[in-house]
């Protein structure tokens, strides 16, 4: 079974800083995709950024980036800029090309925003 | 545009009692449907799916049921609750057939289930 591993309980960052949150995974497939959600205090789940597992090239998203590191199955996520509003818990998620489409996540990183 | 409901969104129950969340789907047809529980400080633990009326799977033992009545409903029961069923439940959808399709999952605004 594939795992999501999130080896940052918690990560702190200044504003208009940068912060990069840790995620690693364990697959023996060699096709899938990865996603970054975003839970703000309100809890609704909000899709950050998705990378496809067959593009060498690193997604972006305005401020967020990732490093797929796809040999070391390493999806860290990059915030630029840091606003006050990313403050919130984060979830790296990995969903195989299964036609059920089911998402398994990590236990998530909490990230505070400080002045 | 697609949108997906989900209520209540709180709700305390005592030990014992029956269950029942709801989740619908407006804006696309033969959705994929996801519930999800989130226990505190917790990530999310996938509870069922279906990929179309009727077919249910379920990932864990546990006390909970799914059913999937129509094309974009989908209903978390349990008979009796236990104090360890607390938590935020989350519904999700997903566009059918998307195993090689870059789709995430979109998610409703969940509940917060307290059992007391």
């Known amino acids: 079974a594939q795992t999501v591993t999130q080896s940052q309980p918690e990560m702190s960052v200044q504003e208009a800083e940068t912060v990069t949150l840790s995620c690693t995974y364990d697959?023996?497939?060699?096709?899938?995709?990865l996603f970054w959600y975003k839970q703000p205090p309100s809890r609704q789940m909000i899709l950050v950024i998705r990378?496809?597992?067959?593009?060498?090239q690193n997604a972006t998203e305005n401020r967020f980036s990732v490093n797929f590191q796809k040999a070391a199955k390493s999806f860290s996520l990059k915030i630029s800029d840091s606003q006050l509003g990313d403050a919130a818990m984060y979830f790296c998620?990995?969903?195989?090309?299964?036609?059920?489409?089911?998402?398994?996540f990590g236990t998530g990183t909490r990230l505070q925003v400080t002045l | 545009s697609q949108t997906i409901h989900q209520w209540p969104a709180t709700l305390v129950q005592p030990v014992g009692s029956p269950l029942s969340l709801e989740c619908t789907v407006e804006?696309?047809?033969?959705?994929?449907l996801y519930w999800y529980r989130q226990a505190a400080g917790r990530g999310l633990q996938l509870l069922f799916y279906?990929?179309?009326?009727?077919?249910i799977s379920s990932e864990v033992p546990q006390n909970l049921s799914a059913s999937r009545p129509q094309d974009r409903q989908f209903i978390l029961s349990s008979k009796k609750l236990l104090l360890s069923d607390s938590g935020f439940y989350l519904c999700?959808?997903?566009?059918?057939?998307?195993?090689?399709?870059?789709?995430?999952?979109?998610f409703g605004n969940g509940t917060r289930l307290t059992v007391t």
């Open positions: 999700a959808w997903s566009v059918p057939n998307s195993g090689r399709k870059n789709s995430p999952l979109h």
């Open positions: 697959t023996s497939e060699s096709d899938y995709y």
């Open positions: 990378q496809e597992a067959y593009k060498q």
């Open positions: 804006g696309t047809s033969n959705p994929n």
């Open positions: 998620a990995y969903r195989n090309t299964g036609t059920a489409s089911k998402l398994t």
């Open positions: 279906s990929v179309g009326i009727g077919q």
